[in-house]
């Protein structure tokens, strides 16, 4: 199956820094690739669509300026989290789609605002 | 009501059991169908998925899909307690925006 990577797996920051985590797919390309959150025990919430070379589209009641999300090219989107506070730790996790609108997830950032 | 249901378990079975996972959907313009393994602290792993209605399998596993009924089920044949996972449920609906609807996932454990 196709290989979705993403970095750092685990990430600890003191309040107010800024996180950026990477997700690549590693074997295709991916025109469009999502990020979600995930809190224990819940399922995933989708925080925005990314488009190669466009803005991402975000879900209401994420902020965008909060969430900063960057698809540099059809292997590689970003999301960085600006000014991070206790109530931003979660599990993020970003998936790529192949042309058979298939997603391929990452293995997951669990983020920890000190 | 959700657009997607899935009991969230958890669901306990003993090794070598048939495991039945189901998901039931209210949007009529859904075709493609996924299930999805996640392990604890890791991201979802793909295990099937199947477009419009009809059965797949692989290997232990068989995907089904009744779009009259709005229902999909994944069975799993002679399990193991390596199975032990939350099987989550997506559908998307083409065309579309391709973004997809989860089910809350079904924690499944499998005993020794």
């Known amino acids: 199956g196709a290989v979705v990577s993403q970095h750092p797996s685990r990430v600890i920051c003191k309040s107010g820094t800024s996180v950026k985590i990477e997700c690549r797919s590693l074997?295709?390309?991916?025109?469009?690739m999502f990020w979600y959150r995930q809190f224990p025990k819940q399922s995933l919430m989708l925080m925005a669509t990314?488009?190669?070379?466009?803005?991402?589209?975000?879900e209401q009641g994420v902020e965008k300026d909060k969430f900063l999300i960057n698809h540099a090219s059809l292997t590689l989107s970003t999301l960085t989290v600006t000014s991070a506070h206790p109530e931003d730790s979660s599990f993020y996790i970003c998936?790529?789609?192949?042309?058979?609108?298939?997603?391929?997830f990452g293995a997951g950032t669990r983020l920890s605002v000190l | 009501q959700k657009e997607v249901e899935q009991d969230p378990g958890p669901l306990s079975v003993p090794e070598g059991a048939i495991v039945s996972l189901n998901c039931t959907y209210s949007?009529?313009?859904?075709?493609?169908f996924m299930w999805y393994r996640q392990y604890s602290r890791k991201g979802p792993e793909l295990l099937m998925y199947?477009?419009?209605?009809g059965n797949k399998e692989d290997g232990r596993f068989t995907a089904q899909v009744d779009k009259s009924s709005k229902y999909i089920s994944l069975f799993i044949r002679d399990s193991q307690p390596s199975d032990s996972a939350t099987y989550l449920c997506?559908?998307?609906?083409?065309?579309?925006?391709?973004?997809?609807?989860f089910g809350t996932g079904t924690r499944l454990k499998v005993l020794a």
């Open positions: 998936s790529a789609m192949d042309r058979e609108n298939i997603q391929y």
């Open positions: 074997d295709f390309q991916a025109t469009t």
């Open positions: 990314s488009n190669e070379g466009s803005k991402a589209t975000y």
């Open positions: 949007n009529s313009a859904f075709q493609y």
């Open positions: 199947t477009y419009s209605s």
């Open positions: 997506a559908m998307s609906a083409v065309p579309g925006t391709y973004k997809y609807i």
